[in-house]
């Protein structure tokens, strides 16, 4: 068996994977699975991304969806819902907060000998043509979220994991193609959005092939 891919985050992620035989949803995840398939690549790829999910539940569960798993590459995809939770259910996440947790689930990767984690910047379009009332709170949305992209960007350089800034590649994709093509909804991408996703997480990727840590288990 070759390396082991594990995938953890929100809905993005999750993309409906416990209605899939396969456990791998319909978004990025599945089309890197096609992709690495296609290229002969000998991977295990696991996605344990729940819909919904904050980063206080990534570090709830982190044992048994991550350290258990003794992931060769990790990728961490999480931050949007801390965001909107505090939008429309008026239950925020300090950036403090965000900053403690993400912290402790890196740091917990890294003591477990992960041999390479890449963390993905969370994104939203504002002012997406089906946002409904989000629309109504993209500047706030705007304000609460881009600390918190912040604190994920200096924590992936903290930790010396691959950092992919997704924003920057949504709002580029979004100017040429417009939000409809890439995340209707300002928050969940189309197919194309997956895709988008799937395409930068392999440069990314390959850019810097995952090694051995001398340290690492067999």
Excluded: C
């Amino acid at each position: 068996m070759g390396e082991r891919f594990v995938f953890i985050g929100d809905s993005i992620t999750d993309a409906e994977r416990r209605s899939d035989l396969r456990g791998l949803g319909h978004g990025y995840v599945d089309v890197l699975a096609e992709a690495l398939a296609a290229r002969g690549e000998d991977v295990d790829i696991i996605n344990r991304g729940i819909a919904g999910n904050r980063v206080a539940h990534l570090r709830e569960r982190w044992q048994s969806d991550v350290v258990d798993l003794h992931p060769d590459v990790l990728t961490v995809y999480i931050g949007v819902n801390d965001t909107l939770s505090t939008f429309f259910q008026g239950a925020p996440t300090p950036v403090e907060d965000f900053e403690r947790d993400l912290d402790d689930i890196l740091a917990r990767a890294v003591a477990a000998r992960t041999r390479r984690i890449i963390v993905i910047d969370p994104f939203f379009v504002a002012d997406a043509p089906w946002a409904g009332n989000w629309k109504d709170g993209s500047e706030f949305v705007r304000a609460d979220l881009d600390p918190k992209r912040a604190v994920v960007r200096a924590l992936a350089d903290r930790y010396g994991a691959d950092f992919l800034p997704l924003q920057d590649h949504v709002s580029a994709a979004v100017a040429e193609r417009g939000g409809v093509i890439v995340a209707p909804d300002g928050v969940h991408p189309s197919g194309f959005g997956h895709a988008l996703i799937a395409r930068l997480w392999l440069a990314v990727h390959d850019a810097h092939p995952s090694t051995p840590r001398p340290d690492s288990n067999p």
